[in-house]
């Protein structure tokens, strides 16, 4: 695959629509050609310890960051066209949906590929099919993982190599 947008959520409790923070990596021909990050402002507006612990925002992190609905109008154009790829489509793909739902926005039915399915049939034998895992046995090496942008690349990288 040659052409698509890795994209990946972070939330701010256990709530789907409290996306806090989304990363986008868009990838043409094969190469990373733009990305884009933003902090969003949950709804719910509250952060569980639980998620603050795994990436580490905070309720002052995004109290002026912007709604969803204003974040979706910067990443649409960029994605025109392309299909979503996530680690996990499951959960970034119902972060998504929730998200639309909460805003009473049509959602245009994006096409979502799973790097993690395609993890566990390419590489069967991994101890397990964590993204920082897969990443690595790609050659790519994730830094700072649970930031939003880092997740997206480092899926853009593991999409490139087996999808």
């Known amino acids: 695959m040659k052409d698509f947008a890795a994209i990946d959520f972070e939330t701010a409790n256990n709530e789907r629509t409290s996306v806090c923070s989304v990363g986008v990596i868009i990838v043409r021909n094969g190469e990373i050609v733009d990305s884009f990050y933003s902090l969003i402002q949950p709804e719910p507006n509250y952060y569980n310890y639980w998620c603050t612990q795994?990436?580490?925002?905070?309720?002052?992190?995004?109290?002026?960051?912007?709604?969803?609905?204003?974040?979706?109008?910067?990443?649409?154009?960029?994605?025109?066209?392309?299909?979503?790829?996530?680690?996990?489509?499951?959960?970034?793909?119902?972060?998504?949906?929730?998200?639309?739902?909460?805003?009473?926005?049509?959602?245009p039915e994006y096409s979502f590929l799973c790097t993690l399915t395609a993890s566990r049939k390419v590489f069967p034998d991994l101890e397990n099919h964590q993204l920082h895992t897969v990443a690595h046995e790609c050659g790519y090496v994730l830094e700072n993982h649970h930031h939003a942008l880092a997740d997206a690349e480092a899926c853009a990288w593991i999409a490139k190599e087996i999808l």
């Open 54 to 107: 795994v990436h580490g925002l905070k309720e002052e992190d995004t109290e002026d960051a912007p709604i969803f609905p204003e974040v979706w109008k910067q990443i649409a154009p960029l994605i025109e066209g392309l299909p979503l790829v996530a680690h996990n489509k499951a959960f970034d793909e119902s972060c998504l949906r929730a998200a639309f739902r909460c805003y009473q926005m049509d959602y």
